[in-house]
């Protein structure tokens, strides 16, 4: 197969002997953790949501309220083009952008519970600064803090998730993460369509309830255990043997142990772990796991769709509560998208579920622009039935986005980093997922004022070269140790070149 793979007699070391039950200690740590998922998707939720009442637009973007009641029946690709407003909403990944740095820093030295609790903390604050807001500096604060908020939690969350789950479970436990941000994501949209019956402070309440995940996930981190596999980087080895055997629900885990303990040798001679990623022989993760996959995330046009979906819809000449529903139903798509994509990933694999779903997602761009190139006229009603053909269309996208791109996009570059580069890995992954966050949540209102249904056949350009960029380059990692993951490269078609003369201890260049 293309993506490569282990050879038939296998490279892995110490996998068959790793035991594990599944516990409640287990099952406990793991749902409290994935609680900061909730965080990034409340935001996505909530942000379009809150940019498309009135009541906020009036306050905060009178000009934008006065252009959209001019043509409050009609379509315009131009009505919501306004870069503070995008601002407003880019501005969080920016700062998340930036924060990562330093919640590599916390996760490596503090350990991943250290990152879950600042992230807590901030995004309380932001959330709070927000419902308060009486001016545009005081929402772009609040936006910042919730940026950092997201920028600590998505660096600790998915590592804290692929570490302490077993080999054979870790892609269905790591998708908890996506699963919470879809509900978030859901709860923030129901929330929106019921506040924006509340005039004039509607608005006020659905940005202020960001508080209540910042603290499930803060009062989370208080009673979570950190990973064995952080303890055994931070040199504390018998409690890190005692989580372990609390965790996998058996005393006989010194095989499991021993990888650890040797992948954190090897962690400690890195003195440098964001310059060693630029080594030859980890180029397959940084191309992949640092770059490649979070970039191409965010290239779907998914998270553009989350972000504005009552903007778009609006724009395609829904009324106001109509939209915020349409957006409600997406939404609902991801929950369902998520909850399959945990069931079937560990079974199926990762390669599986990126190809399959995006020929769909494919498939569905180009429907949408054909459909807007042919019927949606500027300055001329959408009419019901193309309205809500777009709606489904869009439905099915989310669909196929949601067990692929959404939750994969998290789960590989969490599994496929080795111990002495995975939490600079990790901020490299967040960096550069939320950069082109930030720039597709600024540039995407403008893009869709000036490329008009070109936009979408971009994005269509966009997922064909994304798919074929994971039939030859990624190799399957499903129910592979974690700590021997690295050993993949080494039978891949195209990555045996950079890895195959480096073992994991020899010295390198980059």
Known sequence: ?????????????????????????????????????SLFGYDLGVSGGVTSMDDFLKEFFPKIYRRKQDSLTETDYCKYDNQLLTLFTSSLYFAGLISTFGASYVTRIYGRKGSILVGGISFFFGGVINAASVNILMLIIGRILLGAGIGFGNQAVPLYLSEISPAKHRGAINQLFQLTTCLGILIANAINYATEQLHPWGWRVSLGLATIPATLMFLGGLILPETPNSLVEQGKLEEAKKVLIKVRGTPNIDAEF???????????????????LLLKKNRPQLVIGALAIPAFQQLTGMNSILFYAPVFFQTLGFGSSAALFSSLITSGALVIAASISMGLVDKFGRRAFFLEAGTEMFICMIAVAITLALKFGEGEPLPVGVGWFLVCVLFLFVLAYGRSWGPLGWLVPSEIFPLETRSAGQSMVVCTNLLFTALIAQCFLVSLCHLKYGIFLLFAGLIFIMTAFIYFLLPETKQVPIEEVYLLWKDHWFWKRYVEDHDRYGSDRP
Do not use: Q
């Open 258 to 276: 021993a990888d650890l303990v040797e992948a954190s040798d090897a962690a400690r001679a890195i003195k440098h772990p964001f310059r060693n």
């Open 1 to 37: 197969m293309a993506g490569g793979g282990l050879t038939d007699d296998g490279n892995l070391k110490r996998a068959h002997l790793y035991e594990y039950n599944i516990t409640s200690y287990f099952i406990f740590a793991c749902l409290v953790a994935a609680m900061g998922g």
